[in-house]
């Protein structure tokens, strides 16, 4: 096994080196993973854990057909873009059949923030305008340009306060968002939810600014698991271009054929963005990522006369193995897989829900679900404490890693590798159950007690640790 340092002294040199602010999951009593292998992970003493978390490894942890496309391509030749090479313009052949309209363009670039903050450079030469509108809980990424619109991360104390020219649109939850479905019974949810960015729209159209783009998450991961009403991005789209703003879908998280019935999140509306960005899945734990257009807005930006270049964005390796990762997407069915698998997943959370009160919602599409746990189903107030016990139970029990998320930290999150299957979901389910039970039985709070006082010899409280559990993953 490929362990170099003992457990305590990758600790030891981690606190060194490493700054503070990168943090650890489960950080009282943090990972090492030393291997991974489909939908399992296998820490230094050879525990296998099932990964309910890790989007990134798409088509599994080390699929031997892209390990094999990036050792092959990578004892080739890796350079930079400015040359010609068959895995580059494969690959956006590939990615841009998948995609639906005119999206026929690709930028390719290292991660989900290099793509997000092109894709708004992009929206901004084409509309030569500036102000964006963005959803609340949003994250698009670490860089500073989308840090700003990023609600997650500027909402949190120590945040950069919001700049004038982002705006900031209720995240279409109908169960615990701005309008909810039990305060509006029979409403048109899209239309509510869409009505303040079409006002910020006219806003902005009556100051003679205009807007250059609306960019949200096709479904609201951060925030939460979120699926928007249906309707929500078709009157969000038609207000924007009324506006003369362009639309951007970041299907970062969801895209790849995740939600089971689309191979992009977005289709599940029926819209078709004007700028689609792409990264984690597509590399499959690779670097890579990529901006998707239309021939327009990439002339637009052509136009200006300043070339984009980026070195190692859409190099032979990183190619190489995207074009592997949507290879084996069609070859293993993982599109169907996800919607099978995911439909009996949500199926029995929700037959979950009959028997344990702390479960207040189900929701999800394919392989991206959550479980939202509250205190209360009438008043909905969230349970964060039982949903930080539940992911710390699942992981150290029953060596089942889910995470949680949402404003209130209290949705157990799943959205785990695509090749997760029946048997995996029965094991998820089977440990889940017996937390519930343990919390029916006990309840959290003297679970908390136990945990809590661990965790203080460890120099931070539970609650702490846990804030910063899994953000931005
Ligand atoms: N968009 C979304 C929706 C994301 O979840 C993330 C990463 N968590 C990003 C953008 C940023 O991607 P990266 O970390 O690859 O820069």
């Known amino acids: 096994m490929s362990e170099k340092l003992s457990k305590s002294d990758t600790i030891k040199l981690r606190n060194k080196h490493i700054g503070q602010a990168c943090q650890l999951f489960y950080r009282s009593d943090p990972l090492k993973i030393v291997r991974g292998q489909g939908q399992y992970m296998f820490d230094e003493l050879g525990n296998r854990y099932l990964d309910c978390i890790n989007n990134v ?64 450079r992009l929206a901004r030469n084409y509309t030569k305008r500036h102000d964006v509108i963005t959803l609340d809980h949003a994250y698009h990424g670490h860089l500073t340009a989308v840090m700003e619109i990023s609600p997650y991360k500027f909402n949190q104390p120590g945040g950069e306060p919001k700049p004038d020219y982002i705006h900031v649109a209720p995240c279409p939850d109908v169960y615990r968002g701005k309008f909810i479905d039990k305060e509006h019974p029979g409403a048109d949810m899209a239309q509510l939810y869409s009505a303040p960015v079409v006002e910020v729209c006219q806003k902005l159209q ?42 951007i879908a970041d299907e970062v998280q969801v895209g790849f054929g995740r939600v089971g019935t689309h191979y992009w999140a977005f289709e599940t509306q029926d819209v078709v963005p004007d700028i689609v960005t792409v990264a984690k899945p597509m590399g499959n734990g690779h670097p890579v990522g990529a901006v998707v257009t239309t021939p327009e807005i990439a002339h637009a930006f052509y136009a200006t006369g300043v070339a984009y270049f980026n070195t190692y964005g859409g190099n032979p390796v990183s190619c190489a193995i995207a074009n592997a990762v949507m290879h084996v997407i069609d070859e293993e069915g993982l599109q169907e897989n996800a919607r099978v698998v995911g439909d009996y997943l949500l199926k029995k959370c929700r037959e979950f829900s009959l028997e344990f009160g702390i479960i207040g919602d189900v929701r999800g599409a394919g392989l991206f679900v959550g479980i939202e746990l509250v205190k209360n189903r009438d008043t909905r107030e969230p349970d964060t404490k039982s949903a930080h016990w539940v992911v710390n139970r699942m992981k150290s029990l029953h060596k089942v890693l889910v995470s949680s998320d949402g404003p209130n930290d209290n949705v157990i999150k799943l959205k785990p590798p695509m090749c997760f299957n029946q048997e995996n979901a029965d094991q998820f389910l089977q440990a889940f159950r017996e937390c519930l039970a343990m919390l029916v039985k006990e309840g959290s709070d003297a679970h908390f007690m136990v945990g809590a006082a661990a965790e203080k010899s460890s120099g931070a409280t539970m609650f702490e640790s846990h804030q910063r559990l899994i953000k931005s993953s």
């Open 206 to 247: 009556s100051q003679g600014k205009g807007l250059a783009a609306f960019i949200a998450e096709s479904l609201q991961s951060c925030g939460g698991q979120i699926i928007p009403p249906p309707g929500y991005f078709r009157a969000v789209y038609d207000a924007v271009h009324a506006a003369g703003g362009l639309t």
């Open 57 to 120: 490894a798409h088509v599994g942890h080390c699929h031997p057909k892209v390990v094999r496309a990036g050792s092959l391509q990578m004892a080739t030749i890796s350079t930079n873009n400015r040359f010609l090479h068959d895995e580059l313009v494969q690959c956006a052949k590939t990615l841009t059949s998948k995609m639906p309209g005119d999206l026929s363009v690709c930028f390719f670039v290292n991660s989900g923030s290099e793509a997000n903050d092109l894709a708004l």
